[in-house]
């Protein structure tokens, strides 16, 4: 995708920030650009270096950034305690409380932001997002067919599943790559909310070609579901309400969302450790699937957002956005439409691994390609 | 029959009770199905546990629900068939029904 001169004539108007900006945004853990800056893998090469965070590279900077925050902490804190048999637990009725209250908190963020931009400036990206999650869900769809060997539908359930976002995932790359590449941009939410539809429409489609016609009916259960209406509805709120009076309620949403955060993510590593057990179930392939997918997937989306003329902090939660795969308005779909599939195959990668594997290693792999497409 | 009247006797009607276990997704539809078979009401009841299929979907919003209904024999039959059309083959769903006397069967469309 190379920028044609409508998309540099967006990014110009919308001031993105440039390659040349990163050292301005870069804090205490992204050091300044080295001359040469070079990507390299595997991420340990460089720790011999007598200033290990000197290179701007897949390096202990990136990792580090994102493995020693509190919200990962608190993820593999969950997962520890869940496979040591803790007593603790958290209760279903917090744990809606507390996605409620992340959801609709990310949207107003991502109001604001709009609300500030101009509304042209939103439609190449959105269109572009589209595309790319239609893109994404029959790649995933054919690997599940051709390498892992899933029947049709299994496959089709799968693959909805990668196509659509992750929207934890999409929050913990916001976290990490305004930390270390700089600002993003505000309507990255509403590519979130994008993202989310066609992913899962093209999987049911895929799974119920031969069979019955409830395409409908489930995709109502995704357009009316809680991710839509708080994320879309807080996205509404923010544009209508606007900065100003958006204010008011800021000690709430924004005050607080790290502290939220962090306890969701204890909850979700118990959920996760819960979806492992089931792994030696799933087979090998679809493990290996789980681990490459969302590389390949993040990759593409990293070289898509910065076609577009995204930031190399935006391109790479971007990237993040495409590599994750749903696990809250997904399997609800799925379920209800392709019931015949198997639930633990996609919850079991979904949540059980590739969330767990961005939010680990993938998340830094996309900063690392972001900030190198960026130099 | 005065019903304030603590002498008066007890008229126990014979009517049926059916328990349903479902997971929680599928909450929506099989109240729908209830509504439209012309039962008068149920009570739901947030539940968990373990089955045959064991796997939840949905576990943020607990894991399954736990339907009670009181009616005629006809329309309790009429629940059964419908649910056991639509949910038995792909989904975690669990029926079973007894016998029950209850005093004011008007409020279960018997009489």
């Not at chain 1, 969950?78 to 279903?92: K, T």
């Not at chain 1, 030696?280 to 493990?287: E, P, S």
């Not at chain 1, 391109?315 to 795969?325: E, K, N, P, Q």
């Not at chain 2, 349903?20 to 008068?40: F, M, P, T, W, Y």
């Amino acid at each position: 995708m190379n920028p044609d001169p409508q998309t540099g004539k967006l990014a110009a108007s919308r001031r993105l920030p440039q390659a040349g900006d990163l050292a301005p945004h870069a804090s205490a853990l992204a050091p300044a650009p080295s001359p040469q800056p070079r990507f390299c893998f595997p991420p340990f090469r460089y720790r011999h270096a007598t200033r290990p965070f000197a290179k701007p590279m897949f390096s202990a900077d990136l990792l580090a950034a994102n493995l020693l925050s509190p919200m990962v902490l608190a993820f593999a804190l969950g997962m520890v305690a869940m496979s040591l048999r803790s007593d603790l637990e958290i209760p279903a009725s917090m744990h809606s409380a507390m996605s409620i209250f992340l959801l609709l908190a990310i949207g107003l963020k991502g109001g604001k932001a709009i609300a500030l931009s101009d509304p042209s400036t939103l439609v190449i990206p959105i269109l572009v997002t589209i595309a790319a999650g239609i893109v994404v869900t029959l790649l995933a769809y054919a690997a599940l067919r051709r390498l892992v060997g899933l029947s049709t539908v299994d496959a089709a359930a799968v693959a909805a599943h990668y196509g659509s976002v992750s929207a934890v995932t999409f929050i913990a790359a916001r976290d990490v790559a305004e930390r270390v590449l700089g600002p993003t941009e505000g309507l990255l939410v509403a590519l979130v909310v994008a993202l989310e539809i066609p992913a899962i429409v093209v999987g049911l489609w895929l799974g119920q070609r031969k069979g019955g016609g409830r395409l409908w009916v489930s995709l109502r259960e995704v357009l009316t579901g809680r991710t839509m209406m708080l994320l879309g509805g807080g996205l509404l709120i923010g544009v209508l309400a606007g900065p100003e009076r958006a204010a008011r309620v800021e000690p709430l949403f924004v005050g607080l969302f790290d502290g939220v955060l962090m306890l969701f993510l204890l909850d979700l590593g118990m959920a996760a450790a819960r979806r492992l057990r089931d792994v030696r179930r799933v087979g090998v392939r679809l493990v290996a699937f789980a681990m490459l997918m969302p590389v390949v997937a993040g990759t593409l989306g990293v070289f898509v957002a910065h076609g577009i003329g995204f930031s190399a902090a935006s391109s790479a939660v971007f990237g993040a956005m495409l590599a994750s795969a749903s696990y809250i308005a997904a399997p609800a779909a799925v379920r209800l439409g392709l019931p015949e599939a198997n639930p633990s195959l996609y919850l079991t990668a979904a949540l059980g691994m590739t969330f767990p594997f961005n939010l680990a290693i993938g998340i830094p792999i996309y900063l690392a390609a972001a900030r190198w497409l960026a130099s | 029959m005065n019903p304030t009247d603590p002498n008066a006797p007890l008229n126990w009607r014979p009517v049926r009770h059916l328990t349903i276990i479902a997971e929680r997704l599928l909450k929506d539809r099989i109240l729908n199905h209830l509504d439209k078979l012309g039962v008068s009401g149920y009570t739901v009841i947030e539940s968990e546990g373990r089955g045959d299929r064991s796997f939840v979907v949905d576990e943020w919003q607990g894991d399954n629900i736990e339907i009670q209904v009181i009616a005629r024999r006809e329309v309790i039959d009429a629940v059964a068939r419908k649910l056991r059309e639509r949910y038995f083959a792909h989904h975690s769903i669990i029926l079973y029904a007894q016998d029950v006397d209850v005093l004011r069967p008007e409020k279960y469309g018997a009489q």
